[in-house]
């Protein structure tokens, strides 16, 4: 008997019945998809993580004021001015493994166009920022150090402040608006950049220069020193623990801090928050992918059993056919092939499903969907090794089987 003759009576014994041969497969199909569906959706997790965290800048590092401590209350980094615009100037200037450097002074302030008005977050900064934070202007162009020289009321509005006081589509450059009651000349609107891991729109944000920001929109000065954060680009030839380093031993020797005693103030990289972010959600990926693995195993039992239900009810065919000349190894094959059918449609199946359940989770949570081929590819050859291997045990049952007493068996 030839093989495509094999193929053939594989086919119609599982065509014979339809659905054991589906519950059959079942297994495999939901291991399959589950499979394909978690590895895709944690790479398009990855890589929604990663986006938000480039949209945030490159390279970054934070550096937050000094904690404050009064009548026994104690508050976190950032609630005790220590930073000095000094100290910005030297880490600028100071530090070769930095690149870029600029303040973020912020405040909520009412800003009004003509017809329409919106309470937003006011950044009052310097032109190095759109730099640092990797933020470039869909129209117009940002202020310059001329504008923070001299104090000039220009703006440059985020996409949702403009949608807010504007309308979709209008591009407000050379109007003006008021933030408080001072007027302003918007001069730029920033690209999207979208939300930030927490769920903060990033586009809603106006920003002006910081010396207006102080003049018009701050409620009280503090004289040298910064009322807010420092945000610095490392040079990516250096890197971002370099600067980090480097940035801390500057604020150390500026500040007179002694050998043991605790910083004034905190130096916190991004990049490596987005790695670890990364690696939780790797593993969790992987969690998820090993548990799916499972499925797949439970599957091959399920072919297993039914194939030794199989062998079972059709002995008195194998006496049959043993008995008209056929050889042990075509009935191993044809009972090899069943099963390794029932695995690779069972895949073919779950694949389709895993790719249709990913793109719905993708679209649900506004994740990119990222396929790896290789990943569908190795699990239907994993699929087709568990029908294989879960067969062969019924398979070899089959061709052992004594034609004689297979010919008896009622």
């Given amino acids: 008997m030839n093989f495509l003759e094999t193929l053939r009576l594989a086919f119609r014994s599982l065509l014979r019945s339809k659905t054991r041969s589906f519950l059959t497969a079942l297994g495999i199909i939901i291991g399959v998809s589950a499979v394909i569906a978690m590895v895709a959706i944690g790479d398009g997790a990855r890589a929604s993580v990663d986006k938000v965290f480039q949209s945030m800048g490159t390279d970054l590092l934070i550096v937050l004021p000094g904690s404050s401590s009064s009548g026994g209350a104690r508050g976190g980094f950032g609630s005790q001015p220590t930073l000095t615009w000094a100290d910005l100037e030297a880490i600028r200037t100071q530090v070769p493994s930095v690149r870029a450097a600029a303040p973020e002074l912020r405040a909520s302030a009412q800003v009004l166009s003509e017809e329409q008005n919106w309470t937003t977050g006011v950044v009052g ?14 129209s117009g ?68 220069p910081r010396t207006s920001f102080q003049r ?60 670890n972010r990364q690696e939780s959600t790797r593993t969790l990926s992987l969690l998820l992918a090993s548990i799916a693995a499972v499925s797949l195993v439970v599957g091959g039992i399920g072919i297993m059993n039914i194939m030794l239900v199989s062998v079972t009810e059709r002995t008195r065919e194998i006496g049959v056919r043993a008995a008209v000349g056929a050889r042990p190894r075509d009935i191993l094959i044809q009972f090899l092939i069943e099963s390794l059918t029932l695995a690779l449609l069972g895949g073919s199946i779950g694949a389709a499903l895993g790719l249709g359940v990913a793109q719905l989770l993708a679209a649900q949570f506004q994740w990119p969907l990222l396929v ?39």
């Fill in 141 to 208: 162009q940002a202020f310059t150090e001329q504008d923070v020289e001299a104090g000039s009321k220009v703006a440059v509005l985020g996409a949702t402040v403009v949608e807010k006081l504007f309308g979709p589509g209008v591009d407000p450059v050379g109007q003006v608006v008021r933030i408080q009651k001072t007027p302003f000349t918007v001069v730029a609107v920033t690209a999207r950049k979208g939300q930030s891991p927490v769920g903060q729109d990033f586009d809603d944000i106006v920003f002006v």
């Fill in 125 to 138: 900064t310097t032109p190095d920022f759109f730099q640092v934070r990797s933020w470039t202007m869909a």
């Fill in 372 to 410: 790896r081929p290789e990943v569908v590819l190795l699990a239907l050859g994993f699929s087709g090794a568990v029908g294989v291997g879960f067969g062969l045990y019924p398979a070899r049952k089959a061709s052992q089987l004594d034609p004689i007493d297979a010919l008896r068996y009622e």
């Fill in 216 to 275: 018009q929109i701050q409620a009280q000065s503090l004289g040298a020193f910064i009322p807010g954060a420092l945000f610095v680009q490392a040079d990516p030839a250096a890197g971002t623990a370099q600067a980090q380093e480097a940035i801390t031993s500057l604020l150390r020797e500026r500040h007179r801090l002694a050998e043991g005693q605790a910083n004034d103030f905190d130096v916190r990289d991004l990049s490596e928050l987005a790695n």
